[in-house]
């Protein structure tokens, strides 16, 4: 039972900086919007969510406006760490998911996309059986109500040197079928759609859904 | 990939009956609404939805104001008829679940609810494993954005005499554990939702989720 808003989680995050609360409470809200809340094990949302941030002072270390930018740097860097192993941690997983979308309207359709993608049963199964279906890619960005125009989608597996392109402006790109197979057997497994329509950009987290997830939820009683 | 809007599919739907093209379609797109669009397996939408309506008019039967009620429901009954085999051909499904919906503020929102809930990978792994886990239906219902009080919900597993509550207004029912794991085990299994709020209602099919699933898509190679 995890999804945004914020997953199934209580995170205790504690800090010995010394910073005023409203400042702490602006950089908590920023850090989570793109980390706890852009991870998705199987959609079923929770009521228990809970993220905390304590600061102590105990460094004496002053939080002011020149410090505040390292700050929120530092303590995204955290959240998205706990966020990527929640993901990872999800029942049944074999392996991270880490959907980067790009060239959207707005960083809200972005996300939208990529939680559209990370939802996905097909998409989750695919990369399980390491099955380069980029189509159930595109079509779960097609479903997700952003605006998405196939003639300038493309996709990546893969990071840095070893990514291959899939799929170049709407077209089949050729690609070395056991080469991309091998990407979705990685851990975390990358994938990057970039819509080519504007500036918008998320990443969303997810796992592989295996047999696994059925076994541990169907026979777990209450 | 079999989802509202409207699930995987080509549908033809003939008749005999003489009718005019645009009653005919206004009479297919009510019959739609409530049965292909209220569908799912997995969430994933195809692009490929299609369903048609042909009237050869060889029966010479004229379908006019006075027999339009009647027609409407025959290609209603048809309708529901083929969508509830679909859910219950689901990749990987044992049994059908049919969800109804009632007491919602609007039938929109009735449809809302029954949609989480039928897309719920907990929900359909419980009821797969026989669990009744009604916490997982009402967390559905919770997070569908529909309005929901606590309060006021009641949940029924089963149909006439058979069926058991699980739940008074929002507080948990005193029932028989083997009982209920008996009625997820039915085919179709009935859960029906009351949310004492208002006249809305809506029935929704989907199926279980069983491990099946995961390796019909995890191993189907495009």
Same mark, same amino acid.
């Given at each position: 039972?995890?999804?945004?808003?914020?997953?199934?989680?209580?995170?205790?995050? &504690?800090?010995?900086?010394?910073? &005023?609360?409203?400042?702490?409470?602006?950089?908590?809200?920023?850090? +989570?919007?793109?980390?706890?809340?852009? %991870?998705? +094990?199987?959609?079923?949302?929770?009521?228990? !969510?809970?993220?905390? &941030?304590?600061?102590?002072?105990?460094?004496?270390?002053?939080?002011?406006?020149?410090?505040?930018?390292?700050?929120?740097?530092?303590?995204?860097?955290?959240? %998205?760490?706990?966020?990527?192993?929640?993901?990872?941690? #999800?029942?049944? &997983?074999?392996?991270?998911?880490?959907?980067?979308?790009? #060239?959207?309207? $707005?960083?809200?359709?972005?996300?939208? +996309? #990529?939680?559209?993608?990370?939802? $996905?049963?097909?998409?989750?199964?695919? %990369?399980?059986?390491? !099955?380069?279906?980029?189509?159930?890619?595109?079509?779960?960005?097609?479903?997700?109500?952003?605006?998405?125009?196939?003639?300038?989608?493309?996709?990546?597996?893969?990071?840095?040197?070893?990514?291959?392109?899939?799929?170049?402006?709407?077209?089949?790109?050729?690609?070395?079928?056991?080469?991309? $197979?091998?990407?979705?057997?990685?851990?975390?497994?990358?994938?990057?759609? !970039?819509? #080519?329509?504007?500036?918008?950009?998320?990443?969303?987290?997810?796992?592989?859904? $295996?047999?696994?997830? %059925?076994?541990?939820?169907?026979?777990?009683?209450?």
């Amino acid at each position: 039972m995890i999804h945004p808003n914020m997953a199934t989680m209580l995170a205790v995050i &504690a800090t010995d900086a010394r910073i &005023a609360p409203d400042r702490l409470d602006r950089s908590l809200r920023g850090a +989570v919007a793109r980390s706890f809340n852009r %991870v998705s +094990v199987d959609g079923d949302m929770s009521t228990n !969510d809970t993220v905390l &941030a304590l600061a102590s002072g105990a460094s004496a270390v002053e939080i002011g406006e020149r410090e505040s930018a390292a700050f929120d740097a530092a303590l995204a860097e955290v959240c %998205v760490s706990l966020a990527r192993q929640i993901a990872r941690d #999800g029942e049944g &997983a074999t392996r991270l998911i880490e959907i980067a979308v790009t #060239g959207a309207r $707005s960083e809200a359709e972005a996300h939208r +996309v #990529g939680d559209a993608i990370a939802c $996905s049963p097909l998409v989750k199964t695919a %990369v399980h059986g390491g !099955d380069p279906n980029w189509g159930r890619i595109l079509a779960a960005a097609g479903y997700s109500g952003a605006e998405v125009e196939p003639e300038r989608t493309r996709l990546w597996f893969g990071g840095g040197d070893a990514a291959i392109q899939l799929l170049e402006r709407g077209l089949p790109a050729p690609f070395d079928r056991s080469r991309a $197979s091998a990407l979705l057997r990685e851990d975390p497994v990358l994938l990057r759609l !970039d819509l #080519g329509l504007g500036g918008g950009s998320a990443t969303i987290w997810t796992c592989d859904l $295996s047999a696994e997830y %059925v076994s541990i939820n169907a026979d777990y009683t209450t």
